[in-house]
Each structure stands twice: as C-alpha cells, then as structure tokens.
C-alpha cells in the first residue's frame, strides 16, 4: 500500500545554518506530494506540493523537488529561522479517492 | 489561510459518552476529510466524502464513529461511546474536485475523554 517515510523524528539546528528533512515514498500511482508545516496548537498547514518529476517547487524559502527514481521529496531551506521551529509532514496523495497518507512527521527546532 | 472551521475547538467527555464535532468546509470544496491525529502526531485517515456521499471510511469509523455531510448544513463526526484511547485532535480538512489538489485543515477539535 501507500505510505510516507520520514527518518528523522528531531532535528535542532542553529539559526541560519540550511536544513533538509528527508521523504521518501512508495505507492503504485502516480504520486502527488506534499509538505505540510504544524505550528503549536495550530492546523497543519501546506507548505509546498509536487507532482512534476524533478521540478524544484519554492515556497515561502523552503524548496523540495520529487525524484520519482528515487521516490523522494526533500524539504530545503539555505537559512532556517526562529519562526520555522514547528511539525514538518510529508504527504502523499495518490488514489482517486485523495486521502492523504502522512509521514510520521519531523519536529525542527531551532536555536539563536 | 484556510477558512475551514471546525466547532468546538476542545470538548471533554467522560467514558461511554457521545462526542460530537462539526466542520463547515471552505466554500466550493465538495470533498471532506476528517482525521485523527493522537498524541504522538501520528495522523489516522477517519473518512472522506463528496458531496454528501461516503468515499471511503476506515474500520473505526464504522463501529462507534458515525459521519455525515448533508447539504446546507455543517459536517460532523460522532463518537457514540468515547473510550480513553479516542482521545486526540481531530482534524478536518477540504479539498477542491481533482485528484492533485491540496487539502485545507481547520484548526482540529482536541478530544479529551476522562
């Protein structure tokens, strides 16, 4: 079945210091995915999605690209901020139907 | 920003007592989603719809959850009997026709079952 991988739990960085939080994917559709940030006590919010091969999509200084070789869909930024500090999920979409299937989700934290 | 607006944002319950919550979608989004995220952030896909009718619902919904959307009126997920373990935000999200297309979440209902 479809399901949304996402290796790591926590990841505390330094303010300004550039940030990757891994997806990876498998599902037997064609894949739609997405990147979806969970302030504290906030509804998760869509941060970048992608359905084209190896296009860079760009939102708000965070880019990902999907590589369906490699079924992946990393989340960048060159210079990570106080106010990035939330939940990171990657979601997949595949199925007519449009549920989504959640990675188990990556808490950034970062440090002045 | 999402304008999905779920009703009430917390809601406590003793054990055996039904929990009710609501969902007014975003405004041409015919397809509804609610799902339950615990403790751990882990997400649980609960059930969607199209307008008014069922998708797909997983197992639990179909024992002690009930759901409806009817037209003109707000969604609403129901726990007839809560149990400890239903404890968690429940969140519900809509989405515009086409596969491809994002899904926008409310702000949740937390979910405290004494």
């Known amino acids: 079945g479809d399901s949304v991988t996402q290796t790591e739990g926590l990841v505390t960085l330094t303010k300004g210091l550039p940030v990757m939080l891994n997806c990876t994917y498998q599902t037997t559709y064609s894949p739609f995915l997405f990147w979806y940030v969970q302030h504290l006590n906030e509804a998760p919010k869509l941060l970048l999605k992608?359905?084209?091969?190896?296009k860079r999509t760009e939102h708000q200084g965070f880019y990902a690209t999907l590589h369906k070789s490699s079924s992946s869909f990393h989340l960048q930024k060159s210079s990570v901020q106080l106010s990035d500090s939330a939940l990171y999920f990657c979601?997949?979409?595949?199925?007519?139907?449009?549920?989504?299937?959640f990675g188990a989700g990556t808490q950034l934290i970062v440090i002045p | 920003n999402s304008k999905v607006i779920q009703t009430p944002r917390y809601l406590v319950k003793g054990q055996g007592q039904k929990a009710k919550m609501r969902c007014i979608p975003e405004?041409?989004?015919?397809?509804v989603f609610w799902y339950q995220q615990n403790k751990n952030n882990e997400f649980k896909f609960l059930i969607n719809?199209?307008?008014?009718?069922?998708?797909?619902q997983i197992d639990m919904t179909e024992k002690r959850f009930s759901a409806e959307c009817p037209s003109n009126s707000p969604c609403s997920l129901e726990i007839q009997s809560s149990e400890a373990g239903d404890s968690a935000l429940y969140l519900c999200?809509?989405?515009?026709?086409?596969?491809?297309?994002?899904?926008?979440f409310g702000p949740g209902t937390r979910l405290t079952v004494l």
């Open positions: 719809f199209q307008n008014q009718e069922v998708l797909q």
């Open positions: 979601a997949l979409r595949s199925s007519a139907l449009g549920r989504l299937h």
């Open positions: 999200a809509s989405s515009p026709p086409g596969l491809g297309n994002e899904q926008y």
């Open positions: 405004k041409g989004h015919p397809v």
């Open positions: 992608s359905s084209t091969d190896n």
